[in-house]
T-cell receptor, first 114, second 117 residues
Framework: DQQVKQNSPSLSVQEGRISILNCDYT??????FLWYKKYPAEGPTFLIS?????DKNEDGRFTVFLNKSAKHLSLHIVPSQPGDSAVYFC?????????????FGTGTRLTIIP | GAVVSQHPSRVICKSGTSVKIECRSL??????MFWYRQFPKKSLMLMATSNEGSKATYEQGVEKDKFLINHASLTLSTLTVTSAHPEDSSFYIC?????????????FGPGTRLTVL
C-alpha cells in the first residue's frame, strides 16, 4: 500500500498565482520529508525538505508546510513561473533507516499557464 | 495501491564481482521501468529507461556494458552491476509506470544499498 500519497496527478495554475501541491503519508515513523522536481527524461532533483521538528521551511519562492497531526505536507510555489512546469514528487524518510531510504509519492504534474 | 519491490534491499560484495538487483511490480504490469542512482543531497540520477521486451535506453555517461538492464516481463526488470568497484557503491532505486496508462505517475521501489569493498 502507498505510504506516501499524492492524490492529484495533475494541476494547472495561471502564471503569477500560487501553486499548491499536496502530499499525505501514513507512516508515523517518517521524520524527514522532501520534494523533488522532475523534467522529462531526467531524474528527480531535490528541491526542498523539512524535518518533523518544524512545520514550515521556506526557500525563495518555495515553501513546504508540514502538518504532523494530519500527516500532510504541501509545497507552495509563489509566484508560479512557466519554468515551474514539471512533475513534482514528495518523498519521506525515517531516522531508523538512516534517513537514506526514501519512500516516494506517485507524482503531480504541474502546468503553469502563461 | 501499486507496489514496487526491490531485492535485495542491501548487498555487500567484493570488488570485481557482479551484483544483480531485481525490481518487481507486485500487483500491476509495468510497461516501463526506470533505474536511478541516488547521490548525496538525495538527488537521483536517471541511469536508464527499461521497456519490456526491448533494449534499455541508457542516459549519457552511463556504461551499458557495466550496468546491464534486462526487462524480461511486464513485472520484472533487473540491473546487474558487472565487475563492481568501490565507486559503484550507492543507493539504487527503480520506479515503474502502469501499462496502458498515459501520464507521469511513477511507483518507486524502496531502493537497494550496494556496498563494494
Amino acid at each position: 500500500d502507498q505510504q506516501v500519497k499524492q492524490n492529484s496527478p495533475s494541476l494547472s495554475v495561471q502564471e503569477g498565482r500560487i501553486s499548491i501541491l499536496n502530499c499525505d503519508y501514513t507512516n508515523s515513523m517518517f521524520d524527514y520529508f522532501l520534494w523533488y522536481k522532475k523534467y522529462p527524461a531526467e531524474g528527480p532533483t531535490f528541491l526542498i525538505s523539512i524535518s518533523s521538528i518544524k512545520d514550515k521551511n521556506e526557500d525563495g519562492r518555495f515553501t513546504v508546510f508540514l502538518n504532523k497531526s494530519a500527516k500532510h505536507l504541501s509545497l507552495h510555489i509563489v509566484p508560479s513561473q512557466p519554468g515551474d512546469s514539471a512533475v513534482y514528487f514528495c518523498a519521506a524518510s525515517a531516522l531508523d533507516f538512516g534517513n537514506e531510504k526514501l519512500t516516494f509519492g506517485t507524482g503531480t504534474r504541474l502546468t503553469i499557464i502563461p | 495501491g501499486a507496489v514496487v519491490s526491490q531485492h535485495p534491499s542491501r548487498v555487500i560484495c567484493k570488488s570485481g564481482t557482479s551484483v544483480k538487483i531485481e525490481c518487481r511490480s507486485l500487483d500491476f504490469q509495468a510497461t516501463t521501468m526506470f533505474w536511478y542512482r541516488q547521490f548525496p543531497k538525495k538527488s537521483l540520477m536517471l541511469m536508464a529507461t527499461s521497456n519490456e521486451g526491448s533494449k534499455a535506453t541508457y542516459e549519457q555517461g552511463v556504461e551499458k556494458d557495466k550496468f546491464l538492464i534486462n526487462h524480461a516481463s511486464l513485472t520484472l526488470s533487473t540491473l546487474t552491476v558487472t565487475s563492481a568497484h568501490p565507486e559503484d557503491s550507492s543507493f539504487y532505486i527503480c520506479s515503474a509506470t502502469l501499462a496502458g496508462v498515459v501520464g507521469d505517475t511513477q511507483y518507486f521501489g524502496p531502493g537497494t544499498r550496494l556496498t563494494v569493498l
